[in-house]
């Protein structure tokens, strides 16, 4: 006898389900019919039943008041001499002290309540059935709304957990795009405006490497629209080898040397585009925040199947005028970190007076 269940058709439906459970007040009057009634029972009863309704219909499902329960038993004790089953009432405090938030506030509530429909019957020499009827059905009540209240309780905080993790995802897939993008953009527009500058002084002095240049630029151009459009759909197809490749030739425009020492090809699978991306990041910040001349990339091996990149270059750019000044991340390093971090990874940054070396480590997945 409770309108709980309603929760999960939501307000409209709760409202329609607690009018459905009124229909239990149909046996209030029933003695009338055959001991017959006065005036002051009508009356008394329609006041009783008005501060009834008025208190049952105010409160939430799930979120009754702890004086409601007891407001609708104190109704239910003063409706005694109106000559009506007036226990249907206690049955309905019942079920209200079955929706307190705190269990042993209700079971309390309960026991109280029945005690003293004891005490008051035996008092008033009331019929020991009135006493058996109202607390039989108090305890059946009480226990069928208990339990669909617990039930709509934790559906309602379900609810919410999904809820909560439809935002997670969306959020973190904002962060994955945003991350993505700044790594892609941020990286192939630095290429192609080192290789554009190339060009243009080329362009007196070596015909042939100037359309070269310029044919590089819209490959890069085109591969980057690619990439944009693989990271929005996300798909990540960064590699580890063609992101070498990629790096020697952007160093190289920009009058870098770049040295090599490791396999790339021999990067676990698992591996591949975190470091891809992690490389990427880093030969972005070499060319438009340094003036290296050279760049080291290092890849290594470690026991467990750890592997290792080490970015070197012989940059000052990255060095404070204050040498005790904690290197300040941008979104890109932000985002390299990041990225490492949710595969399981780690991120080292040093900076000295050589330059400055990034190195980033990831295990194999299982």
């Known amino acids: 006898m409770n309108a709980i269940s309603a929760t999960f058709r939501g307000p409209h439906g709760a409202s329609r389900f607690r009018w459905f459970y009124l229909v239990y007040l149909i046996i209030y009057p029933i003695p009338w019919f055959y001991d017959g009634f006065h005036t002051l029972d009508i009356v008394g009863s329609g006041v009783g039943l008005i501060a009834f309704l008025t208190i049952y219909l105010s409160y939430a499902p799930l979120q009754p008041a702890f004086w409601q329960g007891w407001a609708i038993a104190g109704i239910a004790f003063a409706m005694a001499p109106f000559h009506g089953i007036w226990t249907v009432f206690i049955v309905y405090a019942s079920a209200t002290f079955a929706g307190y938030a705190s269990r042993h506030r209700a079971v309390a509530s309960l026991v109280f309540v029945l005690l003293i ?13 009135d006493a058996v009827f109202g607390a039989s059905f108090s305890i059946a009540s009480f226990a069928g709304t208990s339990l669909t209240t617990d039930l709509a309780r934790r559906h309602r905080q379900l609810l919410e957990t999904q809820e909560e993790v439809r935002h997670l995802a969306a959020s973190t897939e904002r962060e994955r795009i945003a991350r993505d993008l700044h790594d892609l953009l941020g990286h192939s527009l630095t290429v192609i405006a080192v290789k554009a500058e190339l060009a243009e002084r080329l362009n007196t002095l070596d ?19 690619r990439e944009v459009r ?20 952007s160093l190289r425009s920009a009058g870098i040397r770049m040295q090599l020492s490791g396999d790339p090809e021999a990067v676990d699978v698992s591996q591949d585009g975190i470091l891809a991306m992690a ?23 470690e026991r467990s199947k750890t592997a290792v990149m080490i970015i070197e ?19 890109g390093l932000r985002g390299m970190r990041s990225r490492l ?26």
């Open 341 to 366: 971090a949710a595969a399981g990874g780690a991120l080292h940054i040093e900076q000295g007076t050589k330059g400055l070396r990034v190195t980033a480590r990831l295990g194999a997945s299982s």
């Open 313 to 331: 270059d012989d940059g000052q750019a990255y060095i404070p005028v204050n040498a005790r000044k904690p290197l300040t991340e941008g979104h």
């Open 207 to 225: 015909s042939s490497r100037s359309r070269r240049e310029i044919q590089e630029i819209a490959e890069t151009a085109r591969q980057s629209l």
């Open 230 to 249: 693989a990271a929005v759909a996300g798909m990540h197809g960064a590699s580890l080898p063609r992101e070498v490749a990629q790096a020697e030739s």
């Open 117 to 129: 429909l004891g005490l008051f019957c035996w008092w008033t020499h009331r019929p020991w059935p």
């Open 279 to 301: 490389l990427r990041e880093a030969v972005t910040n070499i060319i438009r925040h340094t003036k290296a001349a050279h760049c080291t990339i290092r890849l290594q091996q």
